[in-house]
């Protein structure tokens, strides 16, 4: 009888030392994943016409399957500085010489930014491609989301009323549609808390309208229907959480 005790508590002391041994160097492990990134794109398509490249950055989630199959949620902040067309977009307000009189009398001062952002959900396979553990590799991901961008009017002071408060939506360029989007890259995930990142080439599609009822330099409703292409780099960092037997720990 005490020899059957020992074989049972032998035989569970193995299965739960089975079950413990999920270490993300040696088993492809299931696990959320928070992630902060940044992305360098060029633009093309009808977005090219007013803005060059930009930068985004953002952050959303990863949830890894055991499978490697990668399901994602992000929000990305986009920013440029690059105009391509801003005398066109303002001619009606500026002079002769091609500056805006303010209020004062004296030329106003102003700056002109790129401003919006992306809403986008995913669907991937990591392939243990050139990979040094089961939860790395090759990064395949497409989805949908949502695509808004603007010109922003910077008036210093707000001094010239006719590029600020409500004025100033008639220059911006306010647009906005679905948006498809595209990853290929490399998705590295370690067992150290602070080595685990992703990188590679993005490629989005937005299928986009004017937002605004009237656009003054065009003196009419634009009603055109847009392709706004971005293209670029992206990469992010990773904090991945995920389950480990027989307690639940937590990697930060």
Known sequence: MHKVRLLIIALLFGVSNMFAQVN??????AAFIPNFAYSYQFSGGDIAETFGHNSTIGGGFFVKTKKNFIYSADVNFIFGSQIKNDIEILSMVLNSYGYITDGNGTYALYTMYERGYTLNFRFGKIFNVMSPNPNSGL??????????????????????????????????RLTGGINFNQFIGYFFMSKSRLLNFYGGFEFMQGFTKSRRDYVFDLQKKDTDNKLDLFYGFRIGWMIPAYKRAPDQYYYY
């Open 139 to 172: 990064m395949i991901m497409g989805g949908v989301g949502y695509l808004t961008h603007r010109l922003v009017i910077d008036n210093q002071y707000r001094t010239a009323p006719q590029i600020s408060g409500d004025y100033a939506k008639g220059y911006d």
């Open 24 to 29: 993300p160097a040696d088993s492809a492990i």
